[in-house]
């Protein structure tokens, strides 16, 4: 039976649909039969981060209303035949999808994946709760910046309302120089404030903010693995900004 993970922030902007999208790479890059949904009715784009937009036949709505079954809905991605992305509203993006509907879709799904990872939108409004609501676990993924922190706090605490069985922390667009000159909250830190388990840091610089899901970097591969086999390994982005050289990428750094 897969498990459903929804990846929310409350906030946009942070990386929430990146983390989600690579996370799903990674797992399908070690076997695993992995969907990925987009539950964003209004500013979906699962299927343009992933390049298979062109794909598309089916999406939840056509599912939902009785055009295809879900399993017809299901885009392979070519370089991960394991992983399937299931679009949210292509067809007609001002229905209205009930949490009962979503929750009916996904279940059917349920015995055939290992993971199903659920794609929230940003905010706290209706979609957020939709999203919530179908899901077992979630991921919250946050930056060191005050505003997110403070979005990711109220998201916290709306979930304490859902009976998720585990919420776990992903810190992103970490900055290794200025963590290294302790001029940045470090994730440790960041954990500790929003009282939760942290599975995950990413470096600001790492590629999977140009939508480049083939190059698996060693902090996604920390994250993968910390949610594949229950472990809470922290990938060091200071390392490259430590000793002689170190000293030399942080001014470099600094100056551009």
Same mark, same amino acid.
């Given at each position: 039976?897969?498990?459903?993970?929804?990846?929310?922030?409350?906030?946009?902007?942070?990386?929430?649909?990146?983390?989600?999208?690579?996370?799903?790479?990674?797992?399908?890059?070690?076997?695993?039969?992995?969907?990925?949904?987009?539950?964003?009715?209004?500013?979906?784009?699962?299927?343009? #981060? !992933?390049? =298979?937009?062109?794909?598309?036949?089916?999406?939840?709505? /056509?599912? *939902?209303?009785?055009? &295809?079954? %879900?399993?017809?809905?299901?885009?392979?991605?070519?370089?991960?035949?394991?992983?399937?992305?299931?679009?949210?509203?292509?067809?007609?993006?001002?229905?209205?999808?009930?949490?009962? #509907? !979503?929750? =009916?879709?996904?279940?059917?799904?349920?015995?055939?994946? /290992?993971? *199903?990872?659920?794609? &929230?939108? %940003?905010?706290?409004?209706?979609?957020?709760?939709?999203?919530?609501?179908?899901?077992?676990?979630?991921?919250?993924?946050?930056?060191?910046?005050?505003?997110?922190?403070?979005?990711?706090?109220?998201?916290?605490?709306?979930?304490?309302?859902?009976?998720?069985?585990?919420?776990?922390?992903?810190?992103?667009?970490?900055?290794?120089?200025?963590?290294?000159?302790?001029?940045?909250?470090?994730?440790?830190?960041?954990?500790?404030?929003?009282?939760?388990?942290?599975?995950?840091?990413?470096?600001?610089?790492?590629?999977?903010?140009?939508?480049?899901?083939?190059?698996?970097?060693?902090?996604?591969?920390?994250?993968?693995?910390?949610?594949?086999?229950?472990?809470?390994?922290?990938?060091?982005?200071?390392?490259?900004?430590?000793?002689?050289?170190?000293?030399?990428?942080?001014?470099?750094?600094?100056?551009?």
């Amino acid at each position: 039976m897969a498990r459903k993970i929804v990846v929310t922030s409350g906030k946009g902007g942070v990386g929430k649909t990146t983390v989600a999208c690579a996370l799903a790479c990674y797992l399908a890059s070690r076997g695993k039969n992995v969907v990925l949904c987009d539950a964003d009715f209004g500013l979906n784009n699962i299927d343009v #981060a !992933l390049g =298979v937009e062109n794909a598309v036949t089916f999406d939840l709505v /056509d599912v *939902i209303e009785g055009r &295809c079954r %879900a399993t017809q809905a299901l885009v392979s991605h070519p370089a991960y035949p394991t992983l399937k992305i299931l679009t949210s509203s292509h067809s007609a993006p001002e229905r209205y999808v009930s949490p009962q #509907a !979503l929750k =009916v879709v996904l279940d059917s799904l349920t015995p055939k994946f /290992d993971y *199903i990872f659920i794609d &929230c939108p %940003a905010g706290i409004d209706e979609g957020f709760h939709r999203a919530i609501s179908v899901a077992d676990e979630a991921i919250i993924v946050t930056t060191p910046r005050i505003s997110a922190l403070r979005d990711a706090d109220k998201v916290i605490t709306l979930l304490k309302s859902y009976r998720l069985k585990g919420v776990s922390l992903v810190v992103n667009k970490i900055r290794g120089d200025l963590l290294a000159s302790g001029e940045s909250l470090s994730p440790e830190e960041i954990a500790d404030l929003l009282r939760l388990p942290l599975i995950g840091v990413i470096p600001e610089e790492y590629a999977i903010y140009q939508g480049d899901f083939s190059s698996l970097h060693g902090a996604l591969k920390t994250l993968g693995n910390n949610l594949l086999l229950g472990k809470n390994k922290t990938y060091d982005v200071t390392r490259k900004y430590r000793g002689f050289w170190g000293s030399i990428r942080k001014a470099v750094k600094r100056s551009i």
